[in-house]
Protein backbone atom coordinates (compact mmCIF):
# COMPACT_ATOMS: atom_id res chain seq x y z
CA UNK A 1 0.00 0.00 0.00
CA UNK A 2 1.46 3.36 -0.98
CA UNK A 3 0.81 6.47 1.26
CA UNK A 4 1.37 10.22 -0.27
CA UNK A 5 2.98 12.57 2.05
CA UNK A 6 1.27 16.26 0.71
CA UNK A 7 1.28 19.90 1.99
CA UNK A 8 2.64 22.96 0.87
CA UNK A 9 5.71 23.84 0.72
CA UNK A 10 8.16 24.79 3.20
CA UNK A 11 5.94 22.45 6.20
CA UNK A 12 7.94 19.85 6.80
CA UNK A 13 7.16 16.97 4.63
CA UNK A 14 10.63 16.26 3.19
CA UNK A 15 12.00 16.45 6.80
CA UNK A 16 8.98 14.40 7.99
CA UNK A 17 9.91 11.53 5.24
CA UNK A 18 13.57 11.58 6.28
CA UNK A 19 12.32 10.59 9.45
CA UNK A 20 9.74 7.81 8.57
CA UNK A 21 12.08 6.81 5.83
CA UNK A 22 15.80 7.33 7.14
CA UNK A 23 16.12 7.85 3.13
CA UNK A 24 18.15 11.25 3.49
CA UNK A 25 15.42 12.94 0.76
CA UNK A 26 16.60 16.79 0.34
CA UNK A 27 14.86 19.29 2.85
CA UNK A 28 15.23 23.22 2.01
CA UNK A 29 13.96 26.10 2.65
CA UNK A 30 12.40 26.88 -0.84
CA UNK A 31 9.59 25.68 -2.46
CA UNK A 32 9.51 23.02 -5.09
CA UNK A 33 12.56 21.49 -3.38
CA UNK A 34 10.96 18.50 -4.15
CA UNK A 35 10.03 17.76 -7.60
CA UNK A 36 10.37 14.40 -8.57
CA UNK A 37 8.53 12.03 -5.77
CA UNK A 38 10.44 10.21 -3.23
CA UNK A 39 9.81 6.91 -2.71
CA UNK A 40 10.64 4.92 0.90
CA UNK A 41 9.21 1.75 1.99
CA UNK A 42 8.82 1.33 6.11
CA UNK A 43 8.39 -1.31 8.20
CA UNK A 44 4.80 -1.19 10.26
CA UNK A 45 5.98 -1.58 14.21
CA UNK A 46 4.60 -5.45 15.83
CA UNK A 47 6.19 -6.93 18.78
CA UNK A 48 4.39 -9.58 17.81
CA UNK A 49 7.34 -11.08 15.63
CA UNK A 50 9.80 -10.69 18.35
CA UNK A 51 8.48 -13.20 20.43
CA UNK A 52 6.76 -15.08 17.86
CA UNK A 53 10.72 -15.86 16.31
CA UNK A 54 11.90 -15.89 20.24
CA UNK A 55 9.53 -19.42 20.52
CA UNK A 56 10.21 -20.67 16.89
CA UNK A 57 13.70 -19.80 17.26
CA UNK A 58 13.51 -17.94 13.56
CA UNK A 59 16.73 -16.87 11.70
CA UNK A 60 14.91 -14.33 10.14
CA UNK A 61 11.83 -11.73 11.15
CA UNK A 62 10.01 -10.14 8.01
CA UNK A 63 7.54 -7.27 9.27
CA UNK A 64 4.79 -5.98 7.20
CA UNK A 65 5.65 -2.74 5.38
CA UNK A 66 4.19 0.20 3.87
CA UNK A 67 5.38 2.95 1.28
CA UNK A 68 5.49 6.71 1.71
CA UNK A 69 5.67 8.79 -1.29
CA UNK A 70 7.18 12.19 -0.82
CA UNK A 71 5.13 14.68 -2.74
CA UNK A 72 5.99 18.01 -3.59
CA UNK A 73 4.63 20.47 -2.04
CA UNK A 74 1.35 22.42 -3.49
CA UNK A 75 0.71 25.66 -4.01
CA UNK A 76 -2.77 27.52 -4.34
CA UNK A 77 -3.43 27.45 -8.04
CA UNK A 78 -2.30 23.78 -8.38
CA UNK A 79 -5.33 22.11 -9.85
CA UNK A 80 -4.11 25.05 -13.04
CA UNK A 81 -0.70 23.99 -13.09
CA UNK A 82 0.53 26.81 -11.17
CA UNK A 83 3.96 25.42 -9.33
CA UNK A 84 3.85 22.40 -11.36
CA UNK A 85 0.86 21.47 -9.97
CA UNK A 86 -0.54 19.21 -12.68
CA UNK A 87 2.34 16.78 -12.25
CA UNK A 88 2.36 17.10 -8.87
CA UNK A 89 -1.90 16.30 -8.28
CA UNK A 90 -0.55 13.21 -11.13
CA UNK A 91 1.70 11.55 -8.29
CA UNK A 92 -1.43 12.13 -5.51
CA UNK A 93 -3.42 9.81 -8.05
CA UNK A 94 -1.37 7.11 -7.33
CA UNK A 95 -1.41 6.62 -3.85
CA UNK A 96 -4.22 4.72 -1.41
CA UNK A 97 -3.73 7.15 0.48
CA UNK A 98 -2.76 11.07 1.92
CA UNK A 99 -1.01 11.88 4.64
CA UNK A 100 -1.33 15.88 4.87
CA UNK A 101 1.36 17.42 6.43
CA UNK A 102 0.02 20.74 8.04
CA UNK A 103 2.63 23.72 9.57
CA UNK A 104 1.64 24.24 13.47
CA UNK A 105 4.94 26.03 14.31
CA UNK A 106 6.20 29.58 13.92
CA UNK A 107 9.81 30.07 13.34
CA UNK A 108 11.26 33.47 10.97
CA UNK A 109 13.85 31.54 9.23
CA UNK A 110 11.59 29.43 7.61
CA UNK A 111 9.12 31.21 4.47
CA UNK A 112 5.45 30.52 4.96
CA UNK A 113 4.00 30.94 1.27
CA UNK A 114 1.14 32.44 2.49
CA UNK A 115 3.32 35.16 4.96
CA UNK A 116 1.55 33.31 8.02
CA UNK A 117 0.92 30.23 10.48
CA UNK A 118 -2.86 29.61 9.63
CA UNK A 119 -3.68 25.31 9.84
CA UNK A 120 -7.43 25.86 9.01
CA UNK A 121 -6.13 28.13 5.69
CA UNK A 122 -3.51 25.53 4.72
CA UNK A 123 -5.93 22.67 4.51
CA UNK A 124 -8.51 24.31 3.16
CA UNK A 125 -5.82 25.57 0.42
CA UNK A 126 -4.55 22.13 -0.36
CA UNK A 127 -8.31 20.18 -0.18
CA UNK A 128 -9.89 23.16 -2.95
CA UNK A 129 -6.88 22.43 -5.07
CA UNK A 130 -7.69 18.43 -5.01
CA UNK A 131 -11.50 19.72 -4.92
CA UNK A 132 -11.05 21.77 -8.47
CA UNK A 133 -9.03 18.82 -9.83
CA UNK A 134 -11.87 16.55 -9.08
CA UNK A 135 -14.50 18.94 -10.50
CA UNK A 136 -11.65 19.11 -13.62
CA UNK A 137 -12.30 15.28 -14.19
CA UNK A 138 -16.05 14.91 -13.33
CA UNK A 139 -16.64 17.35 -15.99
CA UNK A 140 -14.54 15.09 -18.82
CA UNK A 141 -16.74 11.82 -17.25
CA UNK A 142 -19.95 13.44 -17.16
CA UNK A 143 -19.82 14.95 -20.73
CA UNK A 144 -18.84 11.20 -21.54
CA UNK A 145 -21.81 9.32 -19.74
CA UNK A 146 -24.24 12.25 -20.87
CA UNK A 147 -23.24 10.85 -24.87
CA UNK A 148 -23.60 7.06 -23.34
CA UNK A 149 -27.31 7.52 -21.55
CA UNK A 150 -28.88 8.85 -25.30
CA UNK A 151 -27.55 5.20 -26.40
CA UNK A 152 -28.93 3.81 -23.23
CA UNK A 153 -31.09 4.71 -20.63
CA UNK A 154 -29.10 2.32 -18.27
CA UNK A 155 -26.74 4.46 -17.73
CA UNK A 156 -28.81 7.28 -16.61
CA UNK A 157 -27.49 6.14 -13.07
CA UNK A 158 -24.15 6.99 -13.32
CA UNK A 159 -24.88 10.41 -14.48
CA UNK A 160 -27.48 11.44 -11.51
CA UNK A 161 -24.30 9.79 -9.52
CA UNK A 162 -21.94 12.41 -11.53
CA UNK A 163 -24.17 15.21 -10.66
CA UNK A 164 -24.29 14.34 -7.20
CA UNK A 165 -20.70 13.88 -6.63
CA UNK A 166 -19.90 17.65 -8.94
CA UNK A 167 -22.44 19.12 -6.43
CA UNK A 168 -21.17 17.97 -3.30
CA UNK A 169 -17.38 19.03 -4.67
CA UNK A 170 -18.83 22.00 -5.97
CA UNK A 171 -19.91 23.06 -2.14
CA UNK A 172 -16.36 22.75 -1.34
CA UNK A 173 -16.32 19.51 0.59
CA UNK A 174 -14.05 16.51 -0.27
CA UNK A 175 -15.54 13.58 -1.41
CA UNK A 176 -14.72 11.35 1.30
CA UNK A 177 -17.15 13.14 3.39
CA UNK A 178 -19.69 12.27 1.33
CA UNK A 179 -22.43 9.75 2.88
CA UNK A 180 -23.60 7.64 0.70
CA UNK A 181 -24.69 3.45 0.42
CA UNK A 182 -22.31 0.89 -0.59
CA UNK A 183 -23.38 0.96 -4.17
CA UNK A 184 -22.57 4.55 -4.66
CA UNK A 185 -19.67 4.56 -2.93
CA UNK A 186 -17.61 1.92 -4.72
CA UNK A 187 -19.03 3.70 -7.71
CA UNK A 188 -17.14 6.83 -6.32
CA UNK A 189 -14.00 4.51 -5.67
CA UNK A 190 -14.55 3.47 -9.27
CA UNK A 191 -13.81 6.83 -10.38
CA UNK A 192 -9.81 7.32 -8.66
CA UNK A 193 -10.65 10.87 -7.63
CA UNK A 194 -7.88 13.14 -5.31
CA UNK A 195 -10.70 13.73 -3.17
CA UNK A 196 -12.17 10.27 -2.10
CA UNK A 197 -8.95 9.15 -0.50
CA UNK A 198 -8.63 8.37 3.31
CA UNK A 199 -6.31 11.22 4.94
CA UNK A 200 -4.24 11.03 7.68
CA UNK A 201 -3.53 14.72 9.14
CA UNK A 202 -0.07 15.73 10.61
CA UNK A 203 0.22 18.55 12.73
CA UNK A 204 4.08 18.91 12.66
CA UNK A 205 4.89 21.29 15.79
CA UNK A 206 7.93 22.52 16.91
CA UNK A 207 9.91 20.77 19.98
CA UNK A 208 8.04 22.66 22.31
CA UNK A 209 4.89 21.99 20.94
CA UNK A 210 5.37 18.29 20.64
CA UNK A 211 2.46 17.33 22.80
CA UNK A 212 0.21 19.81 21.49
CA UNK A 213 -0.26 23.87 20.84
CA UNK A 214 -2.65 25.70 19.66
CA UNK A 215 -2.40 25.25 15.91
CA UNK A 216 -2.45 21.27 16.53
CA UNK A 217 -5.37 21.59 18.37
CA UNK A 218 -7.08 23.00 15.13
CA UNK A 219 -5.97 20.84 13.05
CA UNK A 220 -7.38 17.72 15.49
CA UNK A 221 -10.47 19.46 15.42
CA UNK A 222 -10.66 19.48 11.57
CA UNK A 223 -9.76 16.09 11.46
CA UNK A 224 -12.15 15.30 14.50
CA UNK A 225 -15.22 16.97 12.26
CA UNK A 226 -14.32 14.83 8.93
CA UNK A 227 -13.71 11.86 10.72
CA UNK A 228 -10.40 11.82 9.48
CA UNK A 229 -7.23 10.47 11.75
CA UNK A 230 -4.53 13.05 12.93
CA UNK A 231 -1.20 12.52 14.56
CA UNK A 232 0.73 15.69 16.41
CA UNK A 233 4.08 15.13 16.16
CA UNK A 234 7.64 17.24 15.51
CA UNK A 235 9.34 16.05 13.23
CA UNK A 236 12.86 17.29 13.35
CA UNK A 237 12.80 16.03 16.75
CA UNK A 238 11.51 12.56 15.00
CA UNK A 239 14.38 12.58 12.45
CA UNK A 240 16.68 13.33 15.23
CA UNK A 241 15.22 10.23 16.70
CA UNK A 242 16.29 8.02 13.92
CA UNK A 243 19.78 8.72 14.99
CA UNK A 244 20.00 7.28 18.27
CA UNK A 245 20.65 3.88 19.37
CA UNK A 246 17.28 2.32 21.47
CA UNK A 247 18.43 3.54 24.52
CA UNK A 248 19.48 6.65 23.80
CA UNK A 249 15.82 7.30 22.22
CA UNK A 250 14.04 6.06 25.09
CA UNK A 251 15.59 8.27 26.87
CA UNK A 252 15.19 11.35 24.76
CA UNK A 253 11.89 10.17 24.44
CA UNK A 254 10.99 10.37 28.23
CA UNK A 255 12.49 13.85 28.65
CA UNK A 256 9.33 14.74 25.92
CA UNK A 257 6.51 13.14 27.44
CA UNK A 258 6.76 10.37 25.08
CA UNK A 259 5.81 6.73 25.32
CA UNK A 260 6.49 6.12 20.99
CA UNK A 261 7.52 7.48 18.71
CA UNK A 262 5.16 9.76 16.48
CA UNK A 263 6.39 7.93 13.34
CA UNK A 264 5.54 4.51 15.10
CA UNK A 265 1.66 6.37 15.57
CA UNK A 266 1.96 7.41 12.12
CA UNK A 267 2.64 3.76 10.64
CA UNK A 268 -0.09 2.66 12.68
CA UNK A 269 -2.14 4.85 12.21
CA UNK A 270 -1.85 4.57 8.25
CA UNK A 271 -2.10 0.82 8.80
CA UNK A 272 -5.60 1.22 10.59
CA UNK A 273 -7.01 4.13 7.70
CA UNK A 274 -6.18 1.70 4.85
CA UNK A 275 -8.55 -0.70 6.78
CA UNK A 276 -5.56 -3.24 7.06
CA UNK A 277 -4.51 -6.55 8.72
CA UNK A 278 -2.15 -8.51 9.57
CA UNK A 279 -1.67 -12.59 10.09
CA UNK A 280 1.25 -14.17 10.85
CA UNK A 281 2.95 -17.11 9.77
CA UNK A 282 5.79 -18.52 12.17
CA UNK A 283 8.71 -21.61 11.62
CA UNK A 284 12.81 -21.80 11.92
CA UNK A 285 13.57 -20.24 9.25
CA UNK A 286 11.30 -17.33 9.25
CA UNK A 287 8.87 -15.36 11.52
CA UNK A 288 6.41 -12.78 9.01
CA UNK A 289 3.55 -10.71 9.25
CA UNK A 290 1.28 -10.57 5.99
CA UNK A 291 -0.61 -7.88 4.95
CA UNK A 292 -4.17 -8.27 3.83
CA UNK A 293 -7.65 -5.93 3.87
CA UNK A 294 -9.88 -6.69 6.35
CA UNK A 295 -12.41 -9.51 5.39
CA UNK A 296 -9.94 -11.10 3.45
CA UNK A 297 -10.73 -15.17 3.34
CA UNK A 298 -8.40 -17.82 4.04
CA UNK A 299 -7.42 -18.78 0.29
CA UNK A 300 -6.76 -15.52 -0.69
CA UNK A 301 -4.79 -14.85 2.58
CA UNK A 302 -2.50 -18.17 1.38
CA UNK A 303 -2.38 -16.27 -2.27
CA UNK A 304 -0.19 -13.29 -0.64
CA UNK A 305 2.56 -15.96 0.09
CA UNK A 306 2.18 -17.63 -3.33
CA UNK A 307 -0.32 -17.89 -5.59
CA UNK A 308 0.06 -21.50 -5.72
CA UNK A 309 -1.14 -21.57 -2.29
CA UNK A 310 -4.16 -20.01 -2.94
CA UNK A 311 -4.78 -22.84 -6.17
CA UNK A 312 -3.72 -25.28 -3.55
CA UNK A 313 -6.16 -24.71 -0.73
CA UNK A 314 -7.12 -26.95 1.61
CA UNK A 315 -7.59 -25.85 4.78
CA UNK A 316 -5.52 -23.41 7.48
CA UNK A 317 -4.84 -24.71 10.69
CA UNK A 318 -4.96 -20.95 13.15
CA UNK A 319 -4.17 -20.80 16.43
CA UNK A 320 -4.77 -17.25 18.08
CA UNK A 321 -1.53 -15.54 18.95
CA UNK A 322 -2.14 -14.53 22.80
CA UNK A 323 -3.02 -18.30 23.17
CA UNK A 324 0.03 -19.58 21.31
CA UNK A 325 2.53 -17.47 23.83
CA UNK A 326 0.99 -18.54 26.72
CA UNK A 327 0.99 -22.77 25.85
CA UNK A 328 4.79 -21.95 24.42
CA UNK A 329 4.51 -24.20 20.89
CA UNK A 330 2.14 -24.83 18.66
CA UNK A 331 1.95 -28.58 19.04
CA UNK A 332 1.27 -27.41 22.83
CA UNK A 333 -1.96 -25.35 21.62
CA UNK A 334 -2.74 -28.29 18.81
CA UNK A 335 -2.61 -30.68 21.82
CA UNK A 336 -5.29 -28.57 23.99
CA UNK A 337 -7.29 -28.14 21.26
CA UNK A 338 -6.32 -24.69 20.81
CA UNK A 339 -5.63 -25.12 17.05
CA UNK A 340 -8.71 -24.76 14.76
CA UNK A 341 -9.14 -26.06 11.09
CA UNK A 342 -10.76 -23.14 9.13
CA UNK A 343 -12.19 -23.82 5.56
CA UNK A 344 -12.33 -21.58 2.53
CA UNK A 345 -15.12 -19.26 3.47
CA UNK A 346 -13.34 -18.42 7.28
CA UNK A 347 -12.52 -14.59 7.17
CA UNK A 348 -8.89 -14.21 8.60
CA UNK A 349 -8.72 -12.22 12.05
CA UNK A 350 -5.94 -9.83 13.19
CA UNK A 351 -4.00 -12.34 15.66
CA UNK A 352 -3.98 -15.68 13.39
CA UNK A 353 -1.17 -17.71 13.51
CA UNK A 354 -1.31 -19.58 10.68
CA UNK A 355 0.21 -22.72 8.99
CA UNK A 356 -1.58 -23.75 5.72
CA UNK A 357 -2.28 -26.64 4.09
CA UNK A 358 -2.02 -27.47 0.57
CA UNK A 359 -2.01 -29.50 -2.16
CA UNK A 360 -0.01 -28.46 -5.69
Same mark, same amino acid.
Given at each position: ????????? %? $? @?????????? #?? @?? +??? %? =?????????VGVVAVPDERLDKLAALYNSKKITPTTLEFVDIAGLVKGASRGEGLGNKFLSHIREVDAIVHVVRCFDDENITHVDGSVDPSRDIETINLELIFADLETLERRMAKALSMVKADKKYQEDVDRLSAMQKWLEDGKPLRNMHVGEEFKRFIDEQFLLTSKPVIYVANTDEAGVLGNAYSDEVERISAAEKSECIVLCAKLEEDLTTLADDERMMFMAEYGLSESGLDRLVKASYKLLGLISYLTAGEKETR??? *?? #? @????? +??? @?? *????????????? *? $?? =???? *?????? %?????RGKVRSEGKDYVMQENDVVLFRINV
Amino acid at each position: MKLGVVGLP %N $V @GKSTLFNAIT #KA @GA +QAA %N =YPFCTIEPNVGVVAVPDERLDKLAALYNSKKITPTTLEFVDIAGLVKGASRGEGLGNKFLSHIREVDAIVHVVRCFDDENITHVDGSVDPSRDIETINLELIFADLETLERRMAKALSMVKADKKYQEDVDRLSAMQKWLEDGKPLRNMHVGEEFKRFIDEQFLLTSKPVIYVANTDEAGVLGNAYSDEVERISAAEKSECIVLCAKLEEDLTTLADDERMMFMAEYGLSESGLDRLVKASYKLLGLISYLTAGEKETRAWT *IV #K @GTKAP +QAA @GK *IHSDFERGFIRAE *I $VD =YDTL *IECGSF %NIAKERGKVRSEGKDYVMQENDVVLFRINV
